[in-house]
């Protein structure tokens, strides 16, 4: 899982990028699901 998020290409520290997937059902399936 950490994995996808260092991949996603935003500029967000990872902390935000958790906190947002979290939260964001479209965000989390972009990053799962490129």
């Not at 994995?3 to 399936?29: F, G, I």
């Amino acid at each position: 899982c950490m994995n996808l998020l260092e991949r996603e290409p935003s500029k967000q520290r990872m902390v935000k990028k958790r906190r947002k997937a979290t939260w964001n059902d479209d965000y989390r399936a972009k990053v799962v699901f490129g």
